[in-house]
C-alpha cells in the first residue's frame, strides 16, 4: 500500500543534543509537510517543501531545519532541542496544495530528557 | 486570517447514539473545509473534505457534515457511533488567501461510552 512512513516511531534525546527524524514516503507526491503537535493540542505546520521548493512558516524557530534530498524522503533537524520541543512530530504529503488531501505518516514521539 | 474553532473540547456519547462535532470558521474568502481523525498515536486521517458544490458531504466510516456558509459553520455528525469512534476529529480550513495552508481548530476528543 502506497503511505506515508516515519521512522523512528519514538525517539529519546538530550537536552541539546542534535535529532534528526525521518520521513519518507510511496504516493510520489509533490509536497511535504512537517507539524509539530503538543500534547492535546492541534498539528502546528512547521514547513513545507514544494518540489524542491523550501517554505518556511514565519515562526518556526530557527532550531528546527529540514532538507528533501529527493521526492521520497524528508528529514526533520533539530539543532539544539530543548524541553519545549518534546511532542509529536507530524509529516504529511500531498499533490499540490489548497484542496488536495494531506496523507499523514503515524508521527514521531520526541522525549527530551 | 483565517481561524477554525471547534466549540467543544470533548463529546461524551453513549453507543450507537447520535454526535455531532461544531465547527466555525472565520475567512473573508472561499475556503475549503476538512475534518480529520486521529486515533491514539497515530496520525491524521481524512473523514471528509469540502470543496464546492452540494453543502452536504458525506465521508467515510458513516460521518457527514454540513457547509453552511451564512453561519461560517462545518459541523459533522454521525447518526450511530460506536467505540471503536473514540479518538480526536479536527477541523480545519484552507484558502487561497491564506497561502493554501491548513489551519486545524483545537480538537474535540470523542469519548463513546458502552
Known amino acids: 500500500d502506497a503511505m506515508v512512513i516515519q521512522n523512528p516511531r519514538y525517539q529519546v534525546t538530550q537536552f541539546g543534543k542534535p535529532v534528526t527524524l525521518s520521513c519518507s514516503q510511496t504516493l510520489n507526491h509533490n509536497v511535504m509537510y512537517w507539524y509539530q503537535q503538543k500534547s492535546s493540542q492541534a498539528p502546528k505546520l512547521l514547513f513545507h517543501y514544494y518540489d524542491k521548493d523550501f517554505n518556511n512558516e514565519a515562526d518556526t524557530p530557527d532550531n528546527f531545519q529540514s532538507r528533501r534530498p529527493n521526492t521520497s524522503f524528508c528529514f526533520l533537524d533539530i539543532r539544539s532541542p530543548g524541553l519545549g520541543d518534546a511532542a509529536m512530530y507530524l509529516c504529511a504529503t500531498s499533490t499540490g496544495i489548497g484542496a488536495d488531501t494531506q496523507y499523514f505518516g503515524p508521527g514521531t514521539r520526541l522525549t527530551v530528557l | 486570517a483565517q481561524s477554525v474553532t471547534q466549540l467543544d473540547s470533548q463529546v461524551p456519547v453513549f453507543e450507537e447514539a447520535p454526535v455531532e462535532l461544531r465547527c466555525n470558521y472565520s475567512?473573508?474568502?472561499?475556503?475549503?473545509l476538512f475534518w480529520y481523525v486521529q486515533y491514539p498515536n497515530q496520525g491524521l486521517q481524512l473523514l471528509l473534505k469540502?470543496?464546492?458544490?452540494?453543502?452536504l458531504v458525506k465521508g467515510i466510516n458513516g460521518f457527514e457534515a454540513e457547509f453552511n456558509k451564512s453561519q461560517t459553520s462545518f459541523h459533522l455528525r454521525k447518526p450511530s457511533v460506536h467505540i471503536s469512534d473514540t479518538a480526536e476529529y479536527f477541523c480545519?480550513?484552507?484558502?487561497?488567501?491564506?497561502?493554501?495552508?491548513?489551519?486545524f481548530g483545537g480538537g474535540t476528543r470523542v469519548l463513546v461510552k458502552p
Open positions: 480545519a480550513v484552507s484558502s487561497k488567501a491564506a497561502g493554501n495552508k491548513l489551519t
Open positions: 475567512s473573508s474568502v472561499s475556503v475549503y
Open positions: 469540502y470543496l464546492s458544490g452540494s453543502t
